[in-house]
């Protein structure tokens, strides 16, 4: 997620339905060419990369991301919620500053509510996990006044931008299902690309000094495999006039017809951008995406009636500002 444009946005910028529909297209595939958007937007070429750069120039576009299913390689996410006993900035800032250092840690989100921060991060086995969390907490202990970890089991919906902006146009997935294998070579093109999801095959190949024919080949490979799930725009929300929630919910037991229900609400409510399956005092976590409260208290409120015998307990944060993210960590791939 992004709040924070390269040019700064005093207030949300009014974008017409052709860039509705052209960030739509590269929500479902941030390489699509310029030609291909073209086509199902119903523009010209020239017109559709003059209004992406005008995107990116305004910071709704922030960067592109390549989104890879870490457990091909043997890594989990988790998402370590914790709250302050003290709230200077000062604690805040040197927290900060120790957390953003570690590469296993993939995103830092501030949040008004009960909890003060979100720490996304990867380990691979729990013993690397516990010497992950053994250097969060070392020198920050003594500030942090509650936490809560949660363990990604299973995602249920992930998109870059909520129904309620606009349907999202349809394409074939990237995932596959066919054997991997993964090499040096592999993870040196994803890593080249982690930050840059639209670069050039071309401009991979120089980076990388090897030919555009192997480039091509790999990330054939990589996307047919599954290991690649998505190319994604990272979108400022605010800038586009939206506010982001973090719902924490406590489903009773959630499988067989309650997980399908559960499933089903999340992909078809308007403003859910992403919602996984959790292990840990919460067993759900979901971001939303609206334009004013009314909206969040819909989706809220929905949940409740959905799961009025189920639901046991929910917890509803405002994400206030990111301090990073990343779709993959240099240390997941070294």
Same mark, same amino acid.
Request: aromatic share 12%.
């Given at each position: 997620m992004r709040y924070?444009?390269?040019?700064?946005?005093i207030e949300p910028?009014?974008?017409?339905?052709?860039d509705k529909k052209i960030l739509s297209c590269l929500d479902s595939n941030a390489r699509m060419s310029y030609s291909q958007?073209?086509?199902?937007?119903?523009?010209?070429?020239?017109?559709?990369?003059?209004r992406i750069l005008q995107l990116e120039k305004l910071g709704v576009i922030q960067d592109y991301k390549v989104i890879v299913d870490i457990r091909k390689i043997h890594?989990?996410? %988790?998402?370590?919620?914790?709250?302050?006993?003290?709230?200077? &900035?000062?604690?805040?800032? +040197?927290?900060?500053?120790?957390?953003?250092?570690?590469?296993?840690?993939?995103?830092?989100?501030?949040?008004?509510?009960? %909890?003060d921060f979100e720490i996304a991060l990867v380990a691979k086995g &729990?013993?690397?996990?516990? +010497?992950n969390l053994k250097r969060i907490f070392s020198g920050i202990n003594k500030f942090i006044k509650k936490q809560e970890l949660l363990i990604i089991v299973k995602s249920y919906v992930s998109r870059?931008?909520?129904?309620?902006?606009?349907?999202?146009?349809?394409?074939n997935s990237l995932k596959g299902n066919v054997q991997f294998n993964i090499d040096d070579v592999d993870l040196k093109v994803v890593k080249s690309i982690k930050d840059q999801a639209c670069l050039p095959i071309n401009d991979i190949a120089k980076k990388l000094k090897i030919?555009?024919?192997?480039?091509?080949?790999?990330?054939?490979?990589?996307?047919?495999?599954g290991f690649i799930i998505k190319y994604v725009p990272g979108i400022n929300y605010f800038a586009l006039g939206f506010q982001v929630y973090a719902i924490l919910l406590n489903v009773d037991a959630l499988y067989e017809n309650t997980e399908v229900k559960l499933y089903n609400f999340l992909k078809e409510d308007k403003n859910i951008i992403w919602g996984v399956k959790t292990i840990g005092r919460y067993n759900v976590l979901i971001y939303v995406c609206t334009k004013n409260s009314e909206e969040l208290n819909e989706t809220i409120n929905s949940l409740r009636t959905i799961f009025s015998e189920s639901l046991k307990d929910y917890k509803t944060l405002i994400a206030y500002k990111e301090f990073k993210y990343t779709g993959l960590q240099d240390e997941v791939i070294i």
């Open positions: 924070e444009p390269v040019t700064p946005v910028i009014s974008i017409d339905l052709k958007i073209a086509k199902k937007v119903g523009l010209s070429k020239e017109s559709v990369r003059y890594y989990r996410a %988790y998402h370590l919620f914790i709250t302050f006993n003290n709230p200077e &900035i000062e604690v805040e800032k +040197e927290c900060l500053r120790r957390l953003m250092e570690f590469p296993f840690v993939r995103a830092i989100l501030k949040f008004n509510g009960d %909890y &729990i013993d690397e996990l516990d +010497e870059s931008l909520p129904l309620s902006f606009i349907e999202p146009l349809k394409f030919s555009s024919d192997i480039v091509s080949y790999r990330l054939n490979k990589l996307e047919s495999s």
